[in-house]
């Protein structure tokens, strides 16, 4: 499954980046993302997330270990971060990885993130239920930003 929103706003490219370089600065914009813990130490910059979502009556959350595995900014302003599922259990787990790309604008900047999920299971509830997150965390980031 893959998913790519994107948002356009007068704020800056660095104003961007304080929301969306460190994923423990997540849940105050993205309902999806519960808790991001940072992982003290380790290398690379890693945290334990957990996802909660509403499905009808019941609640269902899954947690991760997410590093981040690219971090690139360029002298034109623009920004690169991607954050990768890696668990040190030794099991085979789905993939999730989240590819976040800022680029300056005349007026601003556009933030457009990519979702790849690779899980068998429930992809339709999953695709669904991460649609309507995206979209409220959209609105949600476009609030703060516009300040």
């Known amino acids: 499954m893959e998913l790519s929103a994107s948002l356009r706003t007068t ?11 460190e994923l423990d ?8 993302v519960h808790s991001a813990v940072p992982e003290l130490g380790s290398n690379p910059v ?17 947690r991760l270990r997410m590093v981040r595995s690219v971090m690139q900014v360029d002298a034109a302003q623009s920004a690169r971060i991607v954050f990768e599922r890696r668990e040190l259990d030794g099991r085979a787990h789905a993939q999730w990885r989240l590819a976040v790309d800022i680029v300056p604008t005349e007026s601003g900047a556009e933030l457009t993130m990519h979702l790849s999920y690779d899980g068998r299971f429930f992809v339709g509830v999953v695709e669904s239920i991460l649609r309507q997150h995206i979209d409220e965390g959209r609105r949600n980031l476009g609030e703060l930003l516009a300040g």
């Open 11 to 21: 704020a800056s490219v660095t104003t961007v980046l304080g929301y969306v370089r």
């Open 46 to 62: 890693a945290w334990m997330v957990e996802l909660r979502a509403r499905v009808g009556p019941f609640a269902r959350s899954k």
């Open 25 to 32: 600065a997540y849940p105050q914009w993205m309902p999806l």
